[in-house]
């Protein structure tokens, strides 16, 4: 159990340090903004419990929101992938038969997988967030501009990451 929570506990604090003083001060025209905390969301175990994972997501977000100054975007965009990572994983993975320890780090799945995951939980965040952040359908090719641009550059930082911080498994 301890192999499970330290390490998570290790990278939701590593993520939401550097989401909060690199990552904040890092764009580019306001058309690209990466938010790699997500991952910590993301790689939690598969097994968690929904109500865990979600108080997990709505802190985690309230967290980035106290330091962006932000009104709860983080809160609630953090809650959709909460529940969005729900439905991904009930869809795509049959969480009965396997063991519910793993984590979807790139030793345990396929990186197809893996790069579906990120891709789709991402933009969805992306999309809310960049959404409630400009509070306004103006210009709204704009919005769904950034949130492309934004979610791709993110995705990259987290496949990044994983790639970096997870060996693959000895055999």
Not at 38 to 49: D, T
Not at 93 to 113: G, R, Y
Not at 130 to 144: D, G, I, K, M
Request: net charge positive; hydrophobic share 55%; proline share 4%.
């Amino acid at each position: 159990m301890t192999k499970l929570i330290i390490p998570n506990i290790l990278r939701f604090v590593v993520l939401l340090t550097m989401q909060i003083f690199l990552f904040k001060n890092i764009g580019y025209y306001n058309l690209i903004t990466p938010f790699p905390y997500i991952l910590a969301i993301l790689l939690l175990p598969v097994g968690i419990s929904n109500v865990l994972l979600f108080t997990i997501a709505f802190f985690t977000g309230l967290t980035v929101d106290i330091f962006y100054d932000s009104l709860g975007v983080h809160a609630a965009a953090s809650s959709l992938l909460a529940w969005s990572r729900i439905t991904f994983l009930k869809i795509t993975l049959d969480v009965e038969n396997q063991d519910k320890n793993i984590t979807p780090i790139p030793s345990e799945v396929t990186f197809s997988w893996l790069l579906t995951y990120l891709l789709i939980n991402t933009f969805l965040h992306h999309l809310l967030l960049l959404t409630l952040e400009r509070f306004s359908f103006y210009q709204y090719h704009l919005t769904l501009l950034s949130c492309i641009l934004s979610c791709i550059f993110t995705v990259l930082i987290c496949l990044i990451f994983s790639l970096l911080m997870y060996r693959k498994k000895q055999r």
